[in-house]
Nanobody, 126 residues
């Protein structure tokens, strides 16, 4: 069982930065991969970034690569998504997801994840 809770969303202006936090609760983080996805109104859920807890391998969507960083904090069992130079197109509900045994080539696949948080709203608007 893996419980996920997102925090850090909000309303920001274009060009601003935001840090989303996913708190992971589970008996062991061994073999866990944590991903961030987002879903805008009327659109399909899409991959943003993912991190393999052991080893730290990361993956990014082209839409956020270069202005986002995913990282982990082993002391607090959290996965953070730092997003810079935010754009109105980044507006969406951001969801944290997790699974065990995700192979590197599947880290961006929505169907690879079987645990999901409730999401946090990010709105980028002037």
């Amino acid at each position: 069982q893996v419980l996920l809770e997102e925090s850090g969303g909000g309303l920001v202006q274009p060009g601003s930065s935001l840090r989303l936090v996913c708190t992971v609760s589970t008996s062991t983080l061994s073999g866990i991969t944590v991903g961030w996805f987002r879903q805008a109104p009327g659109k399909q859920r899409e991959f943003v970034a993912a991190l393999r807890w052991s080893g730290g391998a990361t993956r990014y969507a082209d839409s956020v690569r270069g202005r986002s960083t995913i990282s982990r904090d082993t002391a607090s069992n959290t996965v953070r998504l730092q997003m810079d130079n935010l754009k109105p197109d980044d507006t969406a509900v951001y969801l944290c997801a997790a699974a065990r045994g995700v192979i590197l080539s599947s880290m961006s696949r929505l169907t690879a994840y079987n645990y999901w948080g409730q999401g946090t709203q990010v709105t980028v608007s002037s």
